[in-house]
């Protein structure tokens, strides 16, 4: 069964300049213990998505289950006892300023009637796991943005939840803040079996920690699998854009130039694993088919843990021997598909 289980769910905001769809006929199966993304550009609904998910939103139409329950059939007091199960991170922290460390993540145990004694000691508990020990007895403007985001996770775990929800939980972050943030839930999904469901329009989120992705334009769910297999294949034109525009994280190198000689040439995008980057592929297909190549991307990023690398060739418009090609990839286990320009280029010219 699946952990949450989202079914042709629309919703529809009314304002002054008239209706706002922003969510059309979303369907989402989210396995226990997963680490899924939901990505897409500003407005692309994922934020009102989450926020079905614990019913802060009610869907205008559909079916959204958690842990087997249906959520529409919840009594208010039912459905405040289920959130306790879904714990939530944000974009900018939530904490209450006039509150120090250890009585912020104290604060929702004394909501839900926990002891002061108890309420505390789990509080230690969870500041030990986020690594901020030392800081029980300080306040959020005494911490860095890194700090106030662990205490707030630390707090979202108070009444041990089943699910996290992290609405663009790194989007203040700087990269390092991030990376260290993301490795944070990482070991929490790991040690703790908590699923964890992340909002955010940065591809290198997803790419670094989420085992499954679903992307999302105009309210729609328009491209969603495995994370490795959409870095690999990108089928839709926003998981196109999105990794082409892709920011990458302290641990990616990308290197890109301008200069060419071929103009509205053949586009070809190669991907590659570390077991397949020893052989100098590109030196060797040039001496193997004689024919120039234009370099637009190449990188290096760590996809799901693996290190995967991408790069976007080009070849002259009447070259006829991209079957060739593609079976010289593919005997070094390399994937390659045609492109458009969807992908951004720099250029480097490869005789």
Same mark, same amino acid.
């Given at each position: 069964?699946?952990e ?5 769910v ?23 213990? #997963? ?6 550009m500003?407005?692309?609904g ?6 079905c ?11 959204v289950r ?19 199960n ?10 209450l ?9 104290c ?26 020990s ?9 911490l ?6 662990r ?10 939840p ?5 609405d ?14 993301l ?14 469901v ?11 920690i989420?085992k ?39 641990? #990616? ?32 297909m ?24 991408e ?6 418009? #009447? ?33």
């Amino acid at each position: 069964m699946a952990e949450i289980e989202i079914s042709h769910v629309y919703k529809t905001f009314k304002t002054k300049e008239g209706e706002v769809h922003a969510l059309n006929d979303v369907s989402l199966s989210i396995e226990a213990g #997963d680490i899924f993304g939901i990505i897409g550009m500003s407005g692309a609904g994922k934020s009102t998505l989450v926020r079905c998910m614990n019913y802060l939103e009610t869907p205008t139409e559909g079916s959204v289950r958690v842990q087997g329950q249906e959520l529409s059939e919840l009594s208010n007091k039912q459905l405040r006892k289920k959130r306790e199960n879904i714990g939530m991170i944000f974009q900018h922290f939530n904490l209450l300023m006039q509150k120090s460390v250890i009585e912020n993540i104290c604060f929702p145990l004394y909501i839900q009637g926990v002891s002061k004694k108890k309420a505390v000691k789990r509080a230690e508990e969870l500041l030990k796991i986020v690594g901020l020990s030392d800081k029980a007895k300080a306040y959020p403007s005494q911490l860095s943005g890194g700090q106030k985001q662990r205490v707030a996770i630390a707090r979202a775990l108070a009444s041990n939840p089943k699910i996290l929800l992290c609405d663009e939980a790194t989007s203040a972050l700087d990269p390092q803040t991030t990376s260290s943030i993301l490795e944070l839930l990482r070991k929490i999904n790991q040690d703790f079996g908590i699923t964890i469901v992340i909002i955010t329009h940065q591809m290198s989120v997803v790419r670094e920690i989420c085992k499954n992705v679903a992307i999302m334009k105009e309210g729609q769910i328009v491209e969603k699998g495995d994370t490795i297999e959409i870095f690999n294949h990108p089928k839709s034109d926003v998981a196109k854009e999105l990794l082409s525009s892709d920011v990458d994280s302290p641990t #990616d190198k990308e290197t890109i130039h301008t200069a060419s000689n071929i103009q509205n040439g053949i586009r070809v995008r190669i991907v590659y694993s570390e077991n397949s980057a020893f052989e100098p592929v590109i030196s060797n297909m040039i001496l193997t088919f004689k024919e120039p190549v234009n370099i637009l991307k190449a990188s290096t990023k760590n996809v799901g843990g693996v290190a995967k690398g991408e790069m976007i060739l080009e070849f002259k418009k #009447d070259f006829a021997g991209l079957s060739e090609v593609q079976k010289y990839f593919r005997e070094r286990n390399i994937d390659m598909e045609v492109v458009d320009d969807k992908w951004k280029e720099g250029v480097i010219n490869v005789e």
